[in-house]
Every structure is written in structure tokens, then in C-alpha cells.
């Protein structure tokens, strides 16, 4: 058989089952394949595993949870404490600690429910009806931009390959340029009143790690304050202290009304995503005659909250946030010894998120790496780096040695 009924995600269907790594087992930063060969996890699987892999933390807590309540849903009128405590943790780590936190299971969902969340408030506030809709409707989204792959972030991605073949998708997006405050500018200044919200990344991560230019971030908060917009910071990989703050918006020290939050939230252990929102935004859904006709049927699942307070719980113990400044100048240092011997041709990013730009095809060099044992991720001229948060200083180093002996091996 050269295919099982399974479709892989972001990959050929018809590559074969068998063309596949099968990972059977993992702990810490390690990896390893049904053949016994280990790998460096590179990349915190898929920028999500924070606190490694194995924890018996976790895995304790989410099996206490099921001797309990392993699921219900949190639909109106019904609650459980997990969910509870999860959103009350993730607030407090938060620029909004008096704010509100939806939940939802992946950053897809995240995204589309800000997206909506976005529109339903500047309908409300400025008169829209089912019949009538305010025309207050536009997203304002950048180029390099990922938000996921539902119908609204496939929409808000600046990554137009993502985007063709769908035919028609959400209306009402604008795109500017990923780094131009001018030509933001000019899109508010031509649309400013019909924007309801900018959707950015704090370090733009699927599309190359690219950290905002100075001043950038800033400007999208002042233009959106000056036109009555919505700022949607995506933390879905920023989030949980891989930029050495709990929050992008923190390291750079801008405050959006709304925050969409996965991946590092519970380290993968369990599916768990969410939208935090400020208090004026929770003023305005605190009406008393408001309805908010939207959630997800695991919306609050008790096993990914108990998975998700476990998660932040060792993030904060271990001080892993402070971790991720020094997992940073490590590959800052051995980035600049690199560039500097004509191996790479530069490197950005911030605390444990980085990428190496090389002078070839990144993604014919991932997999070459992957061959040496070690899994990072690969696009255009983009090397990504995103180790998991308690990766040891022996395998970080191991992890930059095995860059540094194939980029001069070729």
C-alpha cells in the first residue's frame, strides 16, 4: 500500500505513506523515528512545544482531569473550572488582565473569531442590522502575514500562495506592504473610515521571522487610534514567552485591543486556542441585552484547559521566558560567527525565534538537516530556528554545530 487514507497537511497528496518520518517517540528537545535515528527538535515541533516534550507535569494533569470530567461543552448555561482557571491565567499574563478570553482548539479558529469579533463590535457601535450592515467592514491585513488556514485567516494571510485555488474568499481585505508605515498610512487615509480592524503578527513567523522595523508596530497602534480601528496583535506564535516576554505585544511594548493565542498556550499537549480582548471590548459585549452568537463545540474543553494551566504553570516556574533571552544570544553568537565566515548571509529575529538567510534554496537545506538529525523548517532563503524553550545549552549547541558543518559541507 503507497497511501493510507490520511491527507498531510501543507504536503503533495500523492506522496506515499511510507515517504513520511513516522516520529514514535519524544522527550525534551529530542526526537525519534521508527528506525531508532534521533533528531534535535529544531523547531518546537511546529513552533508550539514550549516546555518540551514528555513533561510529566502535563501529562499528570490532563490524566487527573479525565479521572474527573474529560469533556463538556461550556455553552450557555454550562461551565467547568478548568476553563475557568485557564482564562483567568491567560489574561493575567497578559497586556489585558481585566480583559475577557474566548477558547477555542487551534489558532485557526483563533483568528477567524477575532476576525468576527473585530466586525461584530464595529457593527454594534456604529448601527449596523442584519438588513443594513455598517460599512465598517475592511481588514486591514500585511504582506508576509500568517493567520492560519480557515476560510477568514486564509483571507487575512499576505502569503498569496496560500490564498489561490480557494476562488472566492472573505470580502472586504486591504493589504499593505510588511514594513511600509507610509503605505499603511495611505490605505487608512483613503479607507480609514470603513476599516474595522489590522490583523499583524508582533514578529511575523510562517512568512519569514521577520521582527517589526522600529517604530512600526507603534504606527499601526496610532493609525487605528486615530481612525477608530481595531488592533489585532496574532500571538500564535509569539505568545507564551518565545519572544522573552509572555506576549509579542510586551517585547515590543504596544498594546492591541485583541490578542489570538495557540501553539505554546498548553506546548502542543492538547489542542487549545483562544482570542483575548480588552476591557473596553468587554464592556461593549457586556451589554445586558447582548447575545455573542459564536463559540466552538470544544470551546472550554476541560482536558486542554487542565493541559493548558499545567503548561503556563511550568513556563513561570522554570522561568522559561527569561530562558528564551539566553537561548537568543546563543544563536545570536553563533550567527554573527557564521555571517561572519560567509556561511549565512544574515540573521533576524528575537529572544528563542530566529531565522538564518542563506545564499540557496533553505528548503533543499531543511531537508539535508534533517538528514544530520536535526528538524528545522526551510522556505525560500529562509532558515526558521524555534527550539523548544528548555532545550539544553549541549543541544543548542549541537543544534547550531550541525547548521554550521553543513552549511561548510554543503
Keep these: 500500500m503507497t497511501n493510507s487514507a490520511l491527507l498531510h497537511s501543507f504536503s503533495m497528496p500523492a506522496k506515499a505513506e511510507s515517504d513520511f518520518i513516522n516520529i514514535?517517540?519524544?522527550?525534551?528537545?529530542?526526537?525519534?523515528?521508527?528506525?531508532?535515528?534521533?533528531?534535535?527538535?529544531?523547531?518546537?515541533?511546529?513552533?508550539?512545544?514550549?516546555?518540551?516534550?514528555g513533561r510529566p507535569e502535563l501529562l499528570d494533569a490532563m490524566r487527573a482531569q479525565m479521572e474527573q470530567l474529560v469533556s463538556f461543552h461550556t455553552f450557555d448555561p454550562f461551565t467547568n473550572g478548568p476553563a475557568g482557571e485557564v482564562a483567568d491565567l491567560i489574561a493575567s499574563k497578559s497586556p489585558h488582565p481585566d480583559g475577557r478570553v474566548f477558547l477555542g482548539c487551534s489558532g485557526s479558529e483563533a483568528v477567524d473569531s477575532a476576525l468576527k469579533i473585530a466586525?461584530?463590535?464595529?457593527?454594534?457601535?456604529?448601527?449596523?442590522?442584519?438588513?443594513?450592515?455598517?460599512?465598517?467592514?475592511?481588514?486591514?491585513?500585511?504582506?508576509?502575514?500568517?493567520?492560519?488556514?480557515?476560510?477568514?485567516?486564509?483571507?487575512?494571510?499576505?502569503?498569496?500562495?496560500?490564498?489561490?485555488?480557494?476562488?472566492?474568499?472573505?470580502?472586504?481585505?486591504?493589504?499593505?506592504?510588511?514594513?511600509?508605515?507610509?503605505?499603511?498610512?495611505?490605505?487608512?487615509?483613503?479607507?480609514?473610515?470603513?476599516?474595522?480592524?489590522?490583523?499583524?503578527?508582533?514578529?511575523?513567523?510562517?512568512?519569514?521571522?521577520?521582527p517589526p522595523v522600529e517604530g512600526y508596530l507603534e504606527g499601526l497602534r496610532r493609525?487605528?487610534?486615530?481612525?477608530?480601528?481595531?488592533?489585532?496583535?496574532?500571538?500564535?506564535?509569539?505568545?507564551?514567552?518565545?519572544t522573552g516576554s509572555w506576549f509579542g505585544s510586551q517585547t515590543f511594548g504596544v498594546t492591541p485591543d485583541m490578542m489570538t493565542f495557540a501553539k505554546g498556550v498548553s506546548s502542543g499537549y492538547q489542542p487549545l486556542s483562544g482570542v483575548i480582548v480588552s476591557?473596553?471590548?468587554?464592556?461593549?459585549?457586556?451589554?445586558?441585552?447582548?447575545?455573542?452568537?459564536?463559540?466552538?463545540?470544544?470551546?472550554?474543553?476541560?482536558?486542554?484547559?487542565?493541559?493548558g494551566i499545567a503548561n503556563i504553570n511550568v513556563i513561570e516556574n522554570e522561568g522559561l521566558v527569561d530562558r528564551a533571552n539566553r537561548i537568543g544570544e546563543r544563536i545570536t553568537?553563533?550567527?554573527?560567527?557564521?555571517?561572519?565566515?560567509?556561511?549565512?548571509?544574515?540573521?533576524?529575529?528575537?529572544?528563542?525565534?530566529?531565522?538564518?538567510?542563506?545564499?540557496?534554496?533553505?528548503?533543499?537545506?531543511?531537508?539535508?538537516?534533517?538528514?544530520?538529525?536535526?528538524?528545522?523548517?526551510?522556505?525560500d532563503d529562509w532558515l526558521a530556528i524555534c527550539p523548544p524553550l528548555v532545550i539544553?545549552?549541549?543541544?543548542?549547541?549541537?543544534?547550531?554545530?550541525?547548521?554550521?558543518?553543513?552549511?561548510?559541507?554543503?
Aim: charged share 25%; aromatic share 6%.
Design 24 to 53: 514514535v517517540r519524544a522527550e525534551g528537545s529530542s526526537l525519534w523515528d521508527d528506525t531508532g535515528k534521533r533528531y534535535i527538535d529544531g523547531l518546537a515541533s511546529l513552533w508550539y512545544c514550549q516546555v518540551g516534550h
Design 119 to 210: 466586525r461584530l463590535v464595529q457593527q454594534r457601535r456604529h448601527g449596523g442590522t442584519v438588513a443594513e450592515p455598517a460599512d465598517r467592514q475592511i481588514i486591514v491585513r500585511r504582506t508576509r502575514g500568517y493567520h492560519g488556514t480557515n476560510f477568514g485567516g486564509t483571507t487575512a494571510q499576505g502569503l498569496h500562495l496560500n490564498r489561490e485555488g480557494y476562488g472566492d474568499l472573505v470580502p472586504h481585505f486591504v493589504e499593505i506592504p510588511g514594513d511600509d508605515i507610509e503605505a499603511a498610512a495611505s490605505v487608512f487615509a483613503e479607507h480609514g473610515e470603513r476599516i474595522a480592524a489590522l490583523i499583524t503578527e508582533p514578529i511575523q513567523g510562517a512568512g519569514g521571522v521577520h
Design 223 to 242: 493609525l487605528c487610534d486615530q481612525n477608530g480601528s481595531l488592533l489585532i496583535f496574532d500571538e500564535v506564535i509569539c505568545g507564551f514567552g518565545r
Design 279 to 307: 476591557r473596553e471590548i468587554s464592556d461593549e459585549l457586556e451589554s445586558p441585552e447582548f447575545l455573542l452568537r459564536h463559540g466552538y463545540t470544544y470551546s472550554g474543553h476541560p482536558m486542554s484547559a487542565a493541559a
Design 333 to 379: 553568537a553563533a550567527a554573527s560567527a557564521m555571517q561572519a565566515d560567509g556561511l549565512i548571509t544574515g540573521f533576524r529575529g528575537a529572544g528563542a525565534l530566529w531565522a538564518l538567510t542563506v545564499d540557496g534554496d533553505a528548503a533543499e537545506l531543511k531537508s539535508r538537516l534533517i538528514e544530520d538529525g536535526l528538524v528545522l523548517r526551510g522556505v
Design 392 to 410: 539544553s545549552d549541549a543541544d543548542l549547541d549541537e543544534m547550531l554545530d550541525i547548521i554550521q558543518a553543513r552549511l561548510q559541507n554543503g
